[in-house]
Nanobody
Framework: QVQLVESGGGLVQPGGSLRLSCACS????????MSWYRQAPGKERELVAT????????NYADSVKGRFSISRDNAKNMVYLQMNSLRPDDTGVYSC????????????WGQGTQVTVSS
C-alpha cells in the first residue's frame, strides 16, 4: 500500500529556510519522477519542483527557481525540498507525489505539511 507522509513544515519569517521531507512507502522513489506541490489558501494545487527518473534532472516553477531545491535519498526512500529565502507567497500546504508537469500525480495524496511564511 502506497503512503506519502510529509513533514518539516512550520511558521517561518520571511527570508527564512525550511527543509521538507516526504517519507514514501509501497513504491521505490528512484523508479519514479517525483515532485513537490503546494496549495495556497483559496487556490489550486500547483507544481513546485520535479526530479526526474531516471537521470535525476530537476525542474522548478519560475516563482521558486534559485530558492528551492528538490532531492531524494534512494536508500531511505525519501524526497526532500530545501526552501530558502522564503516569502509570504510561499505559504501553503506542501505535498509530494509521483508526477510532473506532464504526468498526473500517481498516488493518493498524503496529508501534506503546512508552511506559513509570516512576520
Amino acid at each position: 500500500q502506497v503512503q506519502l507522509v510529509e513533514s518539516g513544515g512550520g511558521l517561518v519569517q520571511p527570508g527564512g529556510s525550511l527543509r521538507l521531507s516526504c517519507a514514501c512507502s509501497g513504491f521505490t522513489v528512484s523508479a519514479y519522477t517525483m515532485s513537490w506541490y503546494r496549495q495556497a489558501p483559496g487556490k489550486e494545487r500547483e507544481l513546485v519542483a520535479t526530479m526526474s527518473s531516471p537521470g535525476g534532472s530537476t525542474n522548478y516553477a519560475d516563482s521558486v527557481k534559485g530558492r528551492f531545491s528538490i532531492s531524494r535519498d534512494n536508500a531511505k526512500n525519501m524526497v526532500y525540498l530545501q526552501m530558502n529565502s522564503l516569502r509570504p507567497d510561499d505559504t501553503g500546504v506542501y505535498s509530494c507525489n509521483a508526477g510532473s508537469s506532464v504526468i498526473p500525480a500517481r498516488w493518493r495524496w498524503g496529508q501534506g505539511t503546512q508552511v506559513t511564511v509570516s512576520s
